[in-house]
Nanobody
Framework: QVQLVESGGGLVQAGGSLRLSCAASGSIGSINVMGWYRQAPGKQREKVATITRGGSTNYVDSAKGRFTISRDNAKNTVYLQMNGLKPEDTAVYYC?????????WGRGTQVTVSS
């Protein structure tokens, strides 16, 4: 079992920045990839960024150049630094960790970007 707890969401003006954190606990030794997803009202959940234990990253096109995913394996925490936020970034952001046949999710943290 893996537990994921997100923090760091909030309300920010367009052009501003936020840093999301996701702390993992439980069977953390089995985690390789961790990622951030988001879901806006009326839309499907989409992948924002992923990072492997070794630090390889992958981003959705809309996040490239603005968002940075990072990971502190010693703290079992993954971060998402979001700069240059746009109103279209407004969504609930979820932390994810696929482990074997299971897919673990946090409860999400709301990010709202005002224009």
């Amino acid at each position: 079992q893996v537990q994921l707890v997100e923090s760091g969401g909030g309300l920010v003006q367009a052009g501003g920045s936020l840093r999301l954190s996701c702390a993992a606990s439980g069977s953390i030794g089995s985690i390789n990839v961790m990622g951030w997803y988001r879901q806006a009202p009326g839309k499907q959940r989409e992948k924002v960024a992923t990072i492997t234990r070794g630090g390889s990253t992958n981003y959705v096109d809309s996040a490239k150049g603005r968002f940075t995913i990072s990971r502190d394996n010693a703290k079992n925490t993954v971060y998402l630094q979001m700069n240059g936020l746009k109103p279209e970034d407004t969504a609930v952001y979820y932390c994810n960790a696929p482990v074997g046949r299971s897919d673990y999710w946090g409860r999400g943290t709301q990010v709202t970007v005002s224009s």
